[in-house]
């Protein structure tokens, strides 16, 4: 496949031309691989870009690239003769029958992976991690390597010492581990033997990113942790964009995926513990919820993108929260778990509030999350995206260590 920014298009009856700070990719996919395919359009989505994704192999190639993005999250629309393409955030459009002809790709040592967690986020990242050859799998970090799983951990692999992890010196950990301790010792210890480490653990992440910026810095180490707020939207990389542009002056997120999923089944009439239960089920609340409930998990990732857009270092406990609870008083209305950083006013915390006014929040499907940044001259920038859920979260991953792979 092909990747070619362009970073304007002459105008012409049926292409409109994108604004200067809106490029445009243009990758022509091999849809016989539908979700190698996604991943190469959802970089260019998170890198701020718009797409046109051509679909090559065979009439039903727009339709497997259409369902394997909405299986991350991304939004992808099939315009038809005389539509203008490039309006659209990613536009699939029907290419040739044939793959496109990949060429020999240059032979290259894999890189070695120590995966640390293989729950929802690790044993999605693990069946990639071992189909694909520029990677080996040289660990699998576990509590129980006994344990039965949905994902098989080949012989051999399964550890439950962090030291014995390391010991197997890898290239790069990738550390979806969901205990905030054990995940940032971790992630300390590999940063400082020169590991390069990929992290989708917002607790261990926001609670001391500027230290651990510092630590891989001096150790020539890479840190990335895109999947540790949004899921597989790009909120993040959102942030940075708008903070190239001025002066941010207010974070404004719907960040947790578990609360948001209970609040809609609330707005529906039914019961918390039900909702709960249901959230649960479907992958996006972990068996211990309190992170989510408490807004201990949104006030993490409020902290990450305090560092990431204003570079202030906000204690994760000093963050005011609200609890999500049967007991709990609501306001009337559609209501959202908001996490919010106002600079003018200082006012900093985790509340539920009613939002039926703001479109960008009102209509939020289950886990997904939306942001809004605001810079001081009023320009705004927003984003939305599946914030939890192990396709989209472990999305975030691959697309972490693509760029490890492509800046090596």
Known sequence: MTALPLPRIPAADDVSSPVADEPVALLQLDLSDPVEAASAVYRQVRRGRRVVAVACGGAEAPARLAEAL???????????????????????????????????????????????????????????????????????????????RDVVIPAGLALSDPAALLAREPDVVVEAISDASTGLALIRAALSRGVDVVSAN??????????????????????????????????????????????????????????????????????????????????????????????????????????????????????????????????????????????????????FEAVDGDALFAVLPDEANALRVTLADGRTFTATGRGAGRRPTAESVWADLEDLIEAA
Do not use: W
Request: proline content about 6%; glycine content about 14%; hydrophobic content about 50%.
């Open 70 to 148: 909405d299986a991350i999250g991304v939004r992808a629309s099939r315009p038809v003769p005389g539509d203008a393409p490039l309006c659209a955030g990613v536009a699939i459009v029907a290419g040739s029958a044939a793959a496109p002809d990949r060429g020999a790709a240059a032979p290259v040592r894999p890189l070695r992976v120590a995966l640390a967690g293989c729950g929802v986020v690790g044993g999605g990242v693990l069946p990639r991690l071992l189909s694909d050859p520029r990677f080996e799998v040289v660990g699998v970090l576990v509590r129980d390597p006994a344990k039965a």
């Open 202 to 351: 917002k607790q261990a992440v926001g609670g001391d990113l500027p230290g651990l910026t510092a630590l891989a810095e001096s150790a020539g180490a890479r840190l990335l942790y895109s999947a540790s707020v949004g899921g597989g939207a790009p909120l993040i990389e959102t942030v940075r964009r708008a903070a190239a542009q001025g002066k941010i002056v207010r974070i404004k997120a719907v960040l947790n995926g578990t609360c948001n999923f209970i609040l809609n089944r609330l707005a529906e009439g039914g019961a918390f513990d039900d909702a709960l239960g249901a959230a649960r089920d479907a992958g996006f609340a972990e068996e211990d919820p309190s992170a989510d409930l408490t807004g201990l998990d949104a006030a993490a990732k409020l902290a990450i993108l305090a560092y990431e857009g204003l570079g202030r270092s906000l204690r994760i406990e000093a963050i005011a929260r609200r609890s999500l609870s049967a007991e709990a008083l609501l306001p009337a209305g559609r209501v959202r778990q908001i996490a919010r950083l106002d600079v003018p006013s200082g006012l900093v915390g985790v509340a």
